[in-house]
C-alpha cells in the first residue's frame, strides 16, 4: 500500500491561496490520489482525485507531478469555512480506503 | 439532501451494554464502511460489506460485529461496551467500485 506524507499542519489567509502538499513516493501505476476533508464534528467529505492528469472542480484543483510522486491541493479562494483537516489518500481500484492523520488547515481572518 | 444517515448523533452508555450504531444510506450503494475516530488515531476502519449480508473485518474488528440485511442498512454492535470504545463512530457509502465515499455525520459514543 502507497504511504502519504502530510504536514501536520498550515495556515492561510484568508482569500488566499492554499496550498496542501502531499508525498506519495512509492505509489503505483494504478493508484489514485484522493483528497478528502473533515470540517470538525462532522463526517470527512470527499474532495477530488485523480491518476496521472492534473483535475479542477468546483472545490479545488489537484496537481499531481509528472513523476507521481507528490501532488498539491489547490483551494484558490480559502474562506473561513475551508478551516479543516485535509486528509491525502493513495488507492488502487476498488479497496477500503486508509485515513491518517492528514494536515489541519486553519484560515484566519 | 442527507444521504448517509447515523441514527444517533450523541449516546451514552453503560459498560457491559449492548450496543446499536445505525446507518442508512438512500444511494443504492453496494458497499457500506464502520469507522471509528480517536484524537491522534485519525479514522480506523472496524467493518465493511460489499453486499447484502457479505461483511469483511477493517483494520480494528476486535469488539464489534455488523449487520447488513438489507441494501440500505449496515448496522455496527457493541456486544459489551467497554471504555476503550468511547469514540467518533462514523459510516460511509459508496458504489460502483469508486472509492469516493459519503460519509454520515457521526456517532459520538461514550461508555462510562
Known amino acids: 500500500d502507497a504511504k502519504t506524507t502530510q504536514p501536520p499542519s498550515m495556515d492561510c489567509a484568508e482569500g488566499r491561496a492554499a496550498n496542501l502538499p502531499c508525498n506519495h513516493s512509492?505509489?503505483?501505476?494504478?493508484?489514485?490520489v484522493y483528497w478528502y476533508r473533515q470540517i470538525h464534528s462532522q463526517g470527512p467529505q470527499y474532495i477530488i482525485h485523480?491518476?496521472?492528469n492534473n483535475e479542477t472542480n468546483e472545490m479545488a484543483s489537484l496537481i499531481i507531478t509528472e513523476d507521481r510522486k507528490s501532488s498539491t491541493l489547490i483551494l484558490p479562494h480559502a474562506t473561513l469555512r475551508d478551516t479543516a483537516v485535509y486528509y491525502c489518500?493513495?488507492?488502487?481500484?476498488?479497496?477500503?480506503?486508509?485515513f491518517g492523520t492528514g494536515t489541519r488547515l486553519l484560515v484566519s481572518p | 439532501d442527507v444521504k448517509v444517515t447515523q441514527s444517533s448523533r450523541y449516546l451514552v452508555k453503560r459498560t457491559g451494554e449492548k450496543v446499536f450504531l445505525e446507518c442508512v444510506q438512500d444511494?443504492?450503494?453496494?458497499?457500506m464502511f464502520w469507522y471509528r475516530q480517536d484524537p491522534g488515531l485519525g479514522l480506523r476502519l472496524i467493518y465493511f460489506?460489499?453486499?447484502?449480508?457479505?461483511?469483511e473485518k477493517g483494520d480494528i474488528p476486535e469488539g464489534y460485529s455488523v449487520s447488513r440485511e438489507k441494501k440500505e442498512r449496515f448496522s455496527l454492535i457493541l456486544e459489551s461496551a467497554s471504555t476503550n470504545q468511547t469514540s467518533m463512530y462514523l459510516c460511509?457509502?459508496?458504489?460502483?467500485?469508486?472509492?469516493?465515499?459519503?460519509f454520515g455525520a457521526g456517532s459520538r459514543l461514550t461508555v462510562l
Open positions: 460511509a457509502s459508496t458504489g460502483d467500485g469508486a472509492n469516493v465515499l459519503t
Open positions: 512509492t505509489i503505483s501505476g494504478n493508484e489514485y
Open positions: 485523480g491518476l496521472k
Open positions: 489518500i493513495v488507492r488502487g481500484g476498488f479497496q477500503k480506503l486508509v
Open positions: 444511494m443504492d450503494h453496494e458497499n
Open positions: 460489506s460489499y453486499d447484502v449480508k457479505m461483511k
